[in-house]
Every structure is written in C-alpha cells, then in structure tokens.
C-alpha cells in the first residue's frame, strides 16, 4: 500500500525541506495553497505582494464551502496519486481538514516539523520570498491558531520532527520516521 503523509507546523519551522525531500524522491506532492492559486486564476483575480488577495480568497472560500473545504478540493487529486505511488501533503492547516481526511484515508500519517519559537521568526524574517517582521509572524501564528484551528493537527500528529539543529539530524529523523511508517 502507497503511503500517505501530511507535513504540518508552523510557518517557518521547516516543512518544505520535508516536502521538498520527499518529492525528490519520487513521492507526489499535493499543495493545497495550489488550489488558492488555480481557483483565483480561474476567477481572475490577481494575487498581490502582500498577499492579501490570496488571505481574503481563503476566507471567502472557507466561509462558502466550509472549513474542511481544502481537503474536500484536493481528495480527489490524492484518490490518483495514491494509485501511482506515495503521496506527501503540503499545507494541511486545520484540524477540520485533518478529521476530513482521516474519515477518507485511514493511512494518513501527520509529521510535525517544530523548532524553537525564537529561531523560526528569525528564519521567516529573513526569508528572500515573502518575509515577515515579528510582529507579522506573530500575528500569523495566533490568527492561524485561533481561526484556522492550526493547533488540532500539530497536537495530535503521529511523528515530531525537531528542526533546531542541522540539516544532516533533521533528514536522520525524517528517514526514521518513514522507516517506521512502512512498519
């Protein structure tokens, strides 16, 4: 059987070295910020530098279809890649997404990619696409935590995958993990 993984964490801690990782391995990744992107483009509606067009696209389309409504949008997108191979989730947020998914794909396996709160606003701060100040990460995060329910999947996943230290520690971990999916 083809296995199911979903990287979650708090923006800046790292997900995307997994993600990225794994899709070089041959995994499929699925992003479900691509979805923002198809249904703008779709709409005509640009995205902007500060991303807010892309924030109140999100909304409106959580508010329409639901909060699950990323997951309900990509389910069918992972049913094809899960028949080709392994299949790597990219920005599953909320916990209404992850109760969607899990009730669809009992195989689902959650890694949290966590590293010290300090260290991940001095990674987002110095990003080259997208940075933010501290007080926007701040902001990010509580927004996140408390509209979103971003907290529910970081909480409950099945792997922690510490990011504080070198690149070399955090693919040891990431190989451990998988060895112990395929268990």
Known sequence: ??????????????????????????????????????????????????GKSEKEFREKLRREHGPECYAKFLEPDIREALIKGNVVLDGLYSWYEYKYLIERFPE????????????????????????????????????????????????????????NGSLKKYKTRLMEILEDIDK
């Open 1 to 50: 059987m083809n296995k199911l993984v979903a990287v979650v964490g708090m923006s800046g801690s790292g997900k995307s070295i997994a993600t990225d990782y794994l899709e070089g391995e041959g995994w499929t990744k699925l992003y479900f910020g691509g979805i923002t992107y198809k249904l703008m483009a779709e709409a005509g509606i640009e995205r902007t530098s500060d």
């Open 108 to 163: 689902l396996k959650l890694i949290c990619v966590v590293v010290d709160k300090e260290l991940r606003y001095e990674r987002v701060g110095s990003r080259v696409e997208r940075p933010f100040s501290r007080e926007d990460i701040i902001y990010r995060d509580v927004t996140e935590i408390e509209n979103l329910a971003k907290g529910g999947p970081i909480a409950y996943a099945d792997y922690f995958l510490f990011n």
